[in-house]
């Protein structure tokens, strides 16, 4: 599920559910992750989140971009 800004029309939210499966002993499990952006801001004509939060049971992450470079070559060699 995707939660949008009504006058931006940006994404804020994103809900998912997560399945586990443990193959070993058969376990699985679900878990709804929920991911929130933020902090927008306008990158080589893009406005893109400056900020993700994923929030999980297991704990919080949060992921913080100071730089944002568009259409950067990259070697093919990174890729083997």
Do not use: H
Request: charged share 35%; proline share 2%.
């Amino acid at each position: 599920m995707r939660f949008y800004d009504c006058e931006t029309f940006l994404l804020v939210r994103m809900d998912w559910v997560e399945r586990i499966r443990r193959f070993k002993d058969g376990l699985e499990m679900e878990q709804v992750v929920r991911s929130y952006f933020n902090g927008y801001r306008e990158s080589d004509g893009l406005r893109l989140p400056r900020v993700i939060r994923i929030s999980r049971p297991q704990g919080d992450s949060e992921l913080k971009l100071t730089s944002i470079e568009a259409n950067v070559k990259i070697d093919g060699s990174v890729f083997q």
